[in-house]
């Protein structure tokens, strides 16, 4: 349930010590408070006695799935000038100023949010928080800002397409997608980048950070009443500004489309997938499961078979990352240029045999306890519960969603197994990156 390979590729913005990252004891946690403030805001806490550390995540409605081809990147691109400063600092000063609380702060556009992430020794989180607030509501957003972040995101996306992995996976989600806007590089275009002017980047800052948009999570050693009523000094007096509808979104079809690039590579890239079941659909816990049986570390099928059986891979994985619209699970290969066309066609033979033959037991159940030990151990910070309570509420869960997840996970059987095997991976999209 993390972000994947196309997530991790937004931008951190600010960052300066490495804060929030204590382990926290799962027994320690109490139960978060979840409360809409009057103009709509969302605001949950989850108190942890434990680790003298504060975490803030606030998400916002705004990402790759309320963009166009023409606006393509342009939440990060708003996230980029946001942090350069606000009506009371630079974003020099605003760093500094953070990093004097023992934190950091960050600010960035993904597909289906934008979040503001910053942490702090506990003690500060009243700071922490005004300074979240700040960055949030009184960002200047300059015209000259807007021309500096716009030749620092062509540089970035330049240096994406300049690495064959980052390429592949632009070039397959735009395959696999097509018209739904998760076809859409988070980072943008070098057209859209070049056409989002000052007036595009207000406007969409003010069409985004709408208080019935937002959704702000704490975790730390707080008092969640002290919080909640903090939140409300801060966020309640933002006005509500009538509710938008967001536009239809056109619809992805899945197609047995295959691609071949060629690029100056060391590597050839290999990528294999479907549409999938979005995070709200009763498939969404098998499909983890399969993604896991197929690439979980180093006892997923693609790693065992193909990388260590067969010497046809230097990296061999799967991904499944659930959003609000159609996800999509893909099957990723690193190979040698000569060993291409046998790796391609080894990790076809992994599909058919998963979608013909059922796994085993002692397969599937290797599998739930890698899936949910991962799941685990990724909230175990405060930092990371934080961004899981606001992601889960932005997506429209409701907060016993892990807990249902894990028992969904745990009922998953092998029939549900060769069920979403032959549902999911029916009709292929294939990418291939030609090292040359």
């Known amino acids: ?40 805001l969302t605001v949950i806490v989850r108190e942890n006695p434990v680790a003298p550390v504060v975490a803030v995540s606030l998400l916002v409605k705004m990402g790759t799935r309320w963009e166009a081809p023409a606006t393509a990147g342009i939440a990060n691109f708003v996230h980029a000038v946001m942090v350069k400063g606000t009506a009371k600092r630079t974003g020099a000063e605003l760093a500094e100023a953070v990093a004097a609380l023992g934190g950091k702060i960050s600010a960035t556009g993904d597909v289906d949010y934008s979040e503001i992430r910053a942490s702090s020794l506990a003690r500060f989180w009243r700071d922490l928080l005004g300074f979240v607030a700040e960055l949030a509501l009184e960002p200047t957003l300059l015209p000259d800002d807007v021309d ?23 070039a397959f989600y735009a395959a696999l997608y ?65 509710a938008g509808v967001d536009p239809p979104v056109p619809a992805p079809i899945a197609s047995a489309r295959r691609v071949e690039l060629e690029m100056p590579a060391q590597q050839s890239q290999i990528l294999a997938g479907s549409l999938a079941p979005p995070l709200d659909h009763p498939d969404h816990a098998a499909v983890k499961v399969l993604s896991t049986i197929l690439g979980g ?48 066609a080894a990790l076809l033979a992994e599909v058919e045999r998963i979608r013909r033959d059922p796994v085993s037991t002692e397969e599937l159940t290797r599998a739930k306890g890698y899936l949910l030990g991962r799941y685990a151990m990724d909230r175990r910070t405060n930092e990371r519960l934080a961004w899981y309570l606001a992601f889960y509420a932005v997506e429209g869960q409701p907060p016993d969603f892990p807990e249902r997840y894990r028992q969904a996970v745990e009922a998953v059987s092998t029939a549900d197994i060769l069920r979403v095997a032959r549902r999911y991976l029916a009709t292929l999209t294939t990418l291939v990156v030609r090292a040359r």
């Open 148 to 170: 500096r972040e716009r030749d620092w995101l062509l540089s970035r996306v330049q240096k994406r397409r300049d690495n064959a992995s980052s390429r592949a996976f632009d």
């Open 297 to 344: 570390g180093m006892a997923g099928r693609l790693f065992a078979e193909l990388r260590d059986k067969q010497g046809l891979a230097y990296t061999a994985t799967s991904y499944y990352d659930p959003v609000r619209e159609p996800g999509a699970l893909v099957l990723y290969l690193g190979t040698a240029p000569e060993n291409a066309p046998k790796a391609e």
């Open 1 to 40: 349930m993390t972000a994947g390979t196309r997530r991790a590729a937004a931008l951190g913005l600010v960052g300066l010590l490495a804060v929030g990252v204590l382990v926290v004891p799962s027994a320690a946690l109490a139960e978060s408070r979840r409360e809409r403030l009057d103009n709509g």
């Open 178 to 242: 097509g018209p739904h806007p998760y076809a859409l590089p988070v980072l943008g275009t070098p057209e859209s980048l070049a056409r989002i002017d000052h007036a595009a980047i207000v406007a969409a800052y003010r069409a985004g950070y709408r208080p019935d948009r937002m959704v702000l999570a704490v975790s730390g050693q707080v008092a969640a009443s002290e919080v909640l009523a903090e939140a409300q000094r801060r966020f309640g007096g933002v006005a509500r500004d009538g």
